[in-house]
């Protein structure tokens, strides 16, 4: 498939991912109402689809989120490998789903691709008086794991945006590495970083 092309647009696979009731199914629901997407029933997960062009570029999106129990046993590395980024989520006023997400992340890290891009999310920020794991121990976490790290609240939809947007932005920048790479030039230069942060706010 020739990605360049206007009627042949990318796609970005992202996986919404963690132990159950965390709030995964919120953050899914506020994504899908942001880019007014379609919500397909897929069994053990969930996948809502959506293709956009922006800035005279075409890009599609498909979000998963697993399911309960131990779906992070079956998600295989040939699947890991078809996704562009990942969600890790927990709820920041339960130690135990900290501790289950610490099991996700060393499986996401460890199955993903290289070009995947990974962010850990401690949610329910809201209930500060509930507060179970600190902030920085999520972020510790996220940098032992050289990932993203955020807290956020499905009762607030921007700082979900906000999440997506980075997780975006940096999968945009990895397409661009990637190009740079098969074009024999190191690095992604700052205009071409700055096009996918200009990109991502489009979104």
Not at 105 to 115: I, P, Q, T, V
Not at 122 to 138: D, F, I, L, Q, T
Not at 171 to 199: D, S
């Amino acid at each position: 498939m020739n990605h360049d092309s206007k009627d042949s647009p990318h796609i970005f696979s992202i996986l919404v991912y963690g132990p159950n009731k965390v709030g995964k199914k919120s953050i899914l629901s506020i994504i899908s109402s942001m880019y007014r997407m379609e919500r397909n029933s897929l069994s053990p997960i969930n996948m809502m689809t959506e293709s956009e062009t922006s800035a005279n570029q075409n890009f599609g999106m498909r979000i998963w989120a697993s399911g309960a129990g131990n779906f992070f046993r079956v998600v295989d590395k040939s699947v890991f490998g078809k996704i562009s980024g990942v969600f890790v989520v927990y709820d920041m006023t339960n130690l135990q789903s900290f501790d289950i997400a610490r099991e996700y992340l060393d499986y996401a890290k460890s199955n993903a691709s290289e070009k995947t891009c990974i962010a850990l999310l401690g949610n329910k920020c809201e209930r500060e008086e509930a507060r179970k794991v600190s902030y920085e121990e999520g972020r510790l976490l996220a940098e032992k794991h050289e990932v993203m790290f955020l807290e956020v609240s499905a009762k607030a939809p921007d700082g979900i945006l906000h999440a997506f947007k980075m997780l975006m932005t940096n999968m945009m920048m990895k397409i661009e590495e990637k190009r740079k790479e098969k074009e024999g030039v190191a690095g992604v230069p700052e205009e071409e970083g700055n096009k996918c942060r200009k990109l991502c706010n489009l979104i």
